[in-house]
């Protein structure tokens, strides 16, 4: 596991493997704030270790990912309470792409972004993390680390305190889950360039052409700011809620932007960011919106 070697056991060794480390606990936890809150935590634990038991240690990757997956373990299993209390529906953290936004919320000192550190594929579709919040802490640890970063399931085994035929259990149950839910689709530029212009002339015919017929909208405000608090179901029932928004919300600002890999909505008021839009596209039509709204899921989405 992890990329340090027998030969490397300085600061340097441990430090290189902290891209993976957040992709990884990004992918195990759906928010950025809590995967980097993990791998400082993996961090702490391996600096609090003697010089010469760090020594002693052969790959620093395969220990720090080892303690990171039993934190987000932990994480998980109190997110579940947690999220049973949220007003409303939960969704991931959106992640920016790098290349479109100035990101200001890198923390002191200047360092980097937590979000450039982590690779957008298709493992960070808001459609695959949606799924991936349905599965149980220890299917989902299993599955993101075999099926996703393709470690074995004998060193797996070891993270999660289970058997590896246990784990390979966790991994077809939650495949299943995968399975059973509809396919990703590729994102469009050209259909999310059209609802954009057809949401602000608050065209409901043109929406409605745009939206499937059994699309579904799901908004995440947190209970902090308002947004609705079940899915939206049907694309006219899409269509003339997102056109009373537009009546509600004067001076509203969309940009077309990309949101976990794929191409999505920014809307923005005087300047800030108020919603980030992730959207699926089958066949021209948009099938679902995931609307976050609540702004504590919003810091890397400061600046353009």
Known sequence: MGTGTGLEHGADAAVGERRQLVGLAYRMLGSV?????????AYARWYAQAPERRAAVASPGAWLTTVLGRVCLDVLGSARVRRERYVGEWL??????????????????????????????????MAFLVVLESMTPAERVVFVLHDVFRYPFPE????????????RQLASSARRRVGAAPAPATGSAVVVREFRQAWEAKDIGALVGLLD????????????????????????????????????APGLVLLERTVNGRPGLVAQRDGVTATVAALDVVDGRITRIWAV????KLGLWTAA
């Open 92 to 125: 991931p953290e959106p992640l920016p792409d790098a290349a479109e936004w100035a990101v200001g919320a890198g923390g002191a000192g200047g360092t980097a972004d937590p979000a450039d550190r982590i690779t957008l594929d298709e493992s960070v579709g």
């Open 33 to 41: 704030a809590e995967a980097e809150d993990a791998v400082q935590e």
């Open 156 to 167: 797996i085994a070891a993270i999660v305190d289970r058997t590896p035929a246990a784990c």
């Open 213 to 248: 017929p059994s699309a579904v909208m799901v908004a995440d405000g947190g209970g902090l700011v308002s947004a609705v608090v079940r899915p939206v179901e049907g694309g006219e029932r899409i269509a003339q809620y997102l056109a009373q928004m537009a009546e509600w």
């Open 293 to 296: 709204r609540n702004p504590e």
